[in-house]
Each structure stands twice: as structure tokens, then as C-alpha cells.
């Protein structure tokens, strides 16, 4: 095996089961990449995730400008997609959440959110790419960031302090004698452990995701030698699988960040708490 740990490969090409070699498991080491450019050690550098999170952002933005730059009455097939998409996030989501009213404003942000994370989610089943950015702890949670300062931005808008003090530490005096003890639970779970979890939750469904499929990869070309090709048939439909599942799971860890995030809005606009 390679002795440098910055290395994408997770195993050496010829390495097979009864050849001497164990078993090369997939690690951190799986996620991590050499610059393409500048030097790692002076944090001053471009690698592959920064390269996948830009073309994707082009992908995105190249998409619905080209299906939007000349709408037609009568929509051409990428029209029709893109306004597809793009309805089912306002409709689906964010008017469900918060509301026709309120909510319009909001739509340009929640779907650019739900495209730009579905897109870095699917660069782990892109051949070449192989790689779901968002399991990189770094990207989930400047978006979780982005969208935890636009909520405590809009509650003291809309409330004031007092009313954002209430908002974040569930005040309710019906509570009674237990109401200071739920004031500070509800405001450390709201300030701290509210965008945490909102980060985390991406982070860890892409991270596990990715790294079964690298196990079932690595697995199906390790046990082609001898008996262990029969293993390695099974290996390879367990690929195909959990393929077509991450698949699905990329597509909802976006439709849930979203769907969290409009929750949050709407906790903050609402008038009673």
C-alpha cells in the first residue's frame, strides 16, 4: 500500500485475497486529497473537494440558466424540469412550511440550498468525481452557518430581544416551578445544539454512505482470485445496491436540510411561540 495517507486510492490495484496482502479497509484517509494545487501546510491550497463544490455550483447555475433564459408559454423538456424542480420546492416545502405569504421571499434561497446540496451529494456516484462532498464536515456546516444566522437575524427582527429571549428559551409560564429549567434547555438546544445537529446530519448520512460503498468496492475487486470470486459476485451486487440507495438517500438528506431550514424560518416569523 501506498505509505502516503493523502493518497484517494484506498487500496493498491494488485492486492487480492490468498495474495499475502490483507485487506485494505477503507478510513479517513479515504477523504482526505493532495492540493492540486498550493501546500496543505500552509492552508493555502485548491483540492478535489473545492474543485467538485465549484463545478457544481457552475452545473447548477448553468442548468436553470439555460432552461429560464428564454421561457417559453409552452416549456421545451429543460424548462419543464427545471420548473418542475424548482415547484415542488416552493410548493412542497416551503409554502407548506411557512406559508404562500411569508414564504415567497424565501423560495430563491431554500432551492438554491436543495439543488446546490443535492448536486455535492451526488458527485459520490459520478464516475471520475466518486467523491459526495458534503462528507466533509467543513461544506455542511458553513450552509448550516448560513442558515442559523438568518434565523436569529429574522427572530430579532421580527420580536425584538425580549421577544427573541422567548423565542429561543421556550418561555411559558404555565410551565411553573420547571420553567427556568426548560428555559436553559430549550435556549442550549436552540443556540448550540440546533445547528449541530442540522450540519451533522448531512454530514454523517454522506460520510457512512460513502464508505459503505467504498467497503463493497474495495471488497469486489480484493476477492477476485481463487474460490473468493464467488464473494466478489455478491460484493459487486451489494455495490449496485447500496448504489441505488445512496441515490435515494442523497436526494432526502438535501429535501431534509431544506425542509429543516424552513422549519426554522418559520419558527422565527411565527407570532406565538
Known amino acids: 500500500m501506498s505509505a502516503d495517507p493523502t493518497q484517494v486510492l484506498a487500496f493498491e490495484t494488485d492486492c487480492h485475497i490468498f495474495d499475502g496482502c490483507g485487506f ?21 491550497y485548491f483540492n478535489k473537494t473545492m474543485l467538485l463544490a465549484l463545478l ?46 411569508e414564504g415567497e421571499k424565501y423560495v430563491p434561497l431554500v432551492v438554491s440550498l436543495f439543488f446546490f446540496i443535492w448536486m455535492m451529494n451526488l458527485w459520490s456516484v459520478i464516475p471520475v468525481a466518486q467523491f459526495p462532498v458534503t462528507s466533509i464536515i467543513a461544506y455542511p456546516a458553513v450552509l448550516a ?28 409560564k404555565s410551565l411553573g416551578a420547571v420553567l427556568p429549567l426548560a428555559m436553559v ?11 449541530f445537529t442540522h450540519a451533522v446530519r448531512l454530514f454523517a448520512n454522506m460520510f457512512a454512505g460513502h464508505t459503505l460503498l467504498l467497503l463493497f468496492t474495495i471488497a469486489s475487486w480484493y476477492l477476485l482470485n481463487g474460490v473468493g470470486i464467488a464473494y466478489a459476485g455478491v460484493s459487486f451486487i451489494m455495490t449496485v445496491v447500496m448504489t441505488a440507495f445512496e441515490l435515494f438517500i442523497q436526494a432526502l438528506q438535501a429535501y431534509v436540510f431544506v425542509l429543516l431550514t424552513c422549519t426554522y424560518i418559520q419558527g422565527a416569523l411565527a407570532e406565538h411561540h
Request: no cysteine.
Open 185 to 195: 434547555i430549550e435556549f442550549f438546544s436552540n443556540l448550540l445544539v440546533r445547528p
Open 56 to 101: 457544481g455550483s457552475v452545473i447548477i447555475i448553468g442548468f436553470f440558466w439555460a432552461a429560464f433564459r428564454k421561457p417559453q408559454v409552452v416549456p421545451g423538456k429543460l424548462q419543464m424540469v427545471a420548473e418542475a424542480g424548482y415547484d415542488f420546492i416552493r410548493r412542497g416545502v416551503v409554502y407548506e412550511t411557512i406559508g404562500k405569504r
Open 24 to 44: 485494505p479497509a477503507p478510513g479517513l484517509h479515504s477523504f482526505l486529497f493532495e492540493p492540486i494545487w498550493g501546500d496543505a501546510n500552509s492552508n493555502v
Open 145 to 172: 452557518l448560513v442558515v442559523y444566522v438568518l434565523w436569529v437575524s429574522l427572530t430579532f427582527k421580527r420580536h425584538g430581544f425580549v421577544g427573541f429571549f422567548k423565542n429561543v428559551t421556550g418561555y411559558d
